[in-house]
């Protein structure tokens, strides 16, 4: 019997619109000493590439080691592809990396690359994505948030949103800006940077997908007065909690008819649930219409409760709430 291997290469995409400061960050990273190999993914059409002077030239195209031992290659075709040749070459002892960062483009929605590490066997049996980083201009980042669809389906997926060029805005544009933020997102905590400087452990292994985490979301910010939509924002974040327990078939035949419909528009979702006939903890958690659960350990002295929270564009929160209630038992 063949031992089901796990995936044990961790990834990141690091997001965020043109100019935003993702390649200041990624450059950062790569000069620092730390511990980590990194392969980092670049998409050949960025407008910004990483920095030549910290690249050793090799004879192999596509891959280029770094001064400090990470390898980078720019994604010419398929995503997957792309990691599988990664990983064969690793395995050939070609070259060495613990750990892959994806750089998407300044244009691109994240979701896409999110869902290879849900739907794509081969890099799943391989690779575990760890989270979404965007990073989010804060000079001009309103106005790019107000124009580009994309700008906000990269703050809508983000497990962390790092809130670059905060020296050129006034406190009170800081925080209407974080405060934007968290409307669009509640669950992404959002730390301030400077020209990239950023500790790497903010960046990589956060688990931003780890299926154990705790959801920590506060209710309480909905409830706010300041919760009112002061942009035209499609993404925004709400949250569906009760302390009785779903009926199982009654909330799969929802959740599955809920991403039929709306799957596009819902970016990001993640639960901790509490259902009938188990004493153990349900979490699950969903990409557009892929969405995988786990179950986790007893409630023991804790308390039961459900606890969802949604990431979309365009969702009918009440219609959505109002669906849930229908599936309590």
């Known amino acids: 019997m063949v031992e089901e291997q796990q995936p044990d290469i961790p990834v990141t995409i690091l997001t965020g619109f043109l100019g935003a400061g993702k390649t200041t960050l990624l450059n950062r990273i790569l000069s620092e000493n730390h511990n980590y190999k990194i392969a980092i993914v670049e998409n050949e059409f960025g407008k910004e590439n990483i920095d030549t002077d910290l690249l050793v030239q090799t004879d192999r195209e596509q891959i280029v080691n770094m001064n400090n031992g990470c390898v980078c290659c720019t994604i010419r075709g398929d995503l997957s592809k792309v990691l599988t040749d990664l990983r064969l070459r690793r395995s050939r002892g070609e070259i060495k990396f613990d750990y892959v960062v994806i750089e998407t483009s300044g244009v691109a929605n994240p979701g896409p690359v999110a869902q290879t590490f849900f739907m794509d066997d081969a890099v799943a049996a391989f690779f575990r994505l760890d989270g979404v980083v965007t990073v989010v201009d804060c000079k001009h980042g309103s106005a790019t948030l107000d124009e580009e669809a994309a700008a906000r389906d990269q703050v809508g997926f983000a497990d962390r949103i790092l809130l670059s060029k905060t020296d050129l805005c006034t406190a009170e544009e800081v925080a209407a800006m974080e405060q934007r933020l968290r409307q669009m997102n509640a669950r992404a905590p959002i730390r301030r940077v400077n020209m990239g400087e950023c500790p790497v452990d903010e960046v990589l292994n956060i688990t931003g997908f780890n299926m154990n985490d705790v959801l920590d979301v506060d209710p309480a910010f909905f409830n706010n007065d300041h ?29 599955a008819s809920l991403t039929s419909v709306y799957g596009q528009d819902m970016l990001r979702y993640k639960g901790v649930l509490y259902l009938s006939g188990t004493d153990r903890r349900v979490v699950f958690q969903g990409v557009h219409m892929l ?18 929270v949604f990431i979309g564009r365009n969702l009918p929160e009440e219609a959505i709430k109002r669906g849930l209630a229908t599936c309590l038992d």
């Open 227 to 255: 919760h009112m939509h002061h942009h035209n924002d499609d993404i925004h974040s709400f949250v569906y909690e009760s302390d009785r327990p779903f009926n199982p078939m009654k909330l799969e035949r929802y959740i």
């Open 291 to 308: 969405a995988v659960s786990d179950v986790l350990d007893t409630w023991g002295d804790r308390k039961p409760f459900s606890k969802i």
